[in-house]
């Protein structure tokens, strides 16, 4: 077979595998390096913790920051959190082009990660979670609040995205860059945004950081709603200054001992 017929045969399965419409007629985007093995490892237990913890379920997603390479991340292909393994992980452009798909399915809301570490050179790691504790802090005027110390990284305050106000009738999905730009923006400096009807988004400056504030953010809004309801609404919340405090001192200490406990619970599974 000829040079030219090889290519020819070659092409033709791509687009049959449905590689190349996938990639616009674009060349997919060069990698930022590999990732080092521990950065891996703590990528697929933080996917795999959050499940067990009963932050993400069969939706949501954790994502890193390549450390080589500021504008590539990396997270799972679209699948279930508690069955994300190694070869699961695709790295991705800051316009949500994957480096190397391979024709797997990805996530669509992936650009929810994309405009955050674009506008946020802090962040080097977000989860997208569903909540359902957290749903009723984005569809009503109640604000949430931090009621204990574990939460104090929200004292500053949580914004509400509400993809209504930009964009219409949605399927509620942040599915573009668009989408994604204008919850990065309603986000600002914060540590995380709620979505109207849809859930949360995460970010921490590690891992284990946006692993713990993704737990300890919807234990919050569940003892919130407690308190509330034994209170008559009558809650006493820390003070700002006392939620700055706690940050100053180490935001209970980068979740180092409870990340130890969470990723010895997830091994071997
Ligand atoms: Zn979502």
């Known amino acids: ?9 070659f092409t033709v399965s791509l687009i049959a595998a449905g590689l190349v419409t996938s990639l616009k007629g674009q060349q997919p985007p060069a990698t930022g390096g590999a990732l080092e093995p521990a ?17 993400l379920d069969g939706f949501g997603h954790v ?16 699948l279930a959190p508690e069955l994300v393994t190694a070869a699961d992980l695709i790295e991705f452009d800051l316009d949500g082009n994957a480096v190397d798909a391979r024709g797997r399915a990805l996530y669509s809301e992936r650009f929810i990660h994309a405009e955050i570490y674009r506008a946020r050179a802090d962040v080097r790691a977000v989860v997208h979670n569903h909540a359902a504790s957290l749903i009723p802090f984005g569809v009503t005027t109640v604000p949430l609040r931090p009621v204990y110390h574990m939460a104090s990284f929200i004292g500053d305050g949580v914004p509400v995205f509400d993809i209504r106000k930009n964009f219409g009738m949605t399927d509620m999905l942040v599915s573009d860059t668009a989408k994604g730009r204008a919850l990065a923006q309603v986000l600002g400096s914060k540590s995380c945004v709620l979505m109207r009807g849809h859930g949360v ?8 950081i946006v ?19 034994m209170g008559g609404g009558r809650v006493t919340y820390l003070d700002p200054q ?28």
């Open 1 to 9: 077979m000829s040079d030219i017929i090889t290519r020819r045969v």
């Open 39 to 55: 950065l891996i490892d703590d990528l697929v237990a933080a996917y795999r913790i959050l499940a067990q913890q009963g932050v």
């Open 63 to 78: 994502s890193v920051r390549n450390p080589r390479a500021a504008n590539r991340f990396v997270m799972s292909r679209s």
């Open 201 to 208: 988004v995460v970010v921490g400056s590690s891992i284990p």
């Open 211 to 229: 692993v713990g504030r993704s737990i300890y953010l919807e234990m919050n809004a569940r003892v919130q709603t407690q308190s509330m309801a």
């Open 242 to 269: 006392e939620a700055q405090k706690m940050m100053d001192a180490g935001e209970n200490r980068g979740y180092e001992r409870a990340w130890e406990l969470w990723k010895s619970k997830v091994k071997g599974q």
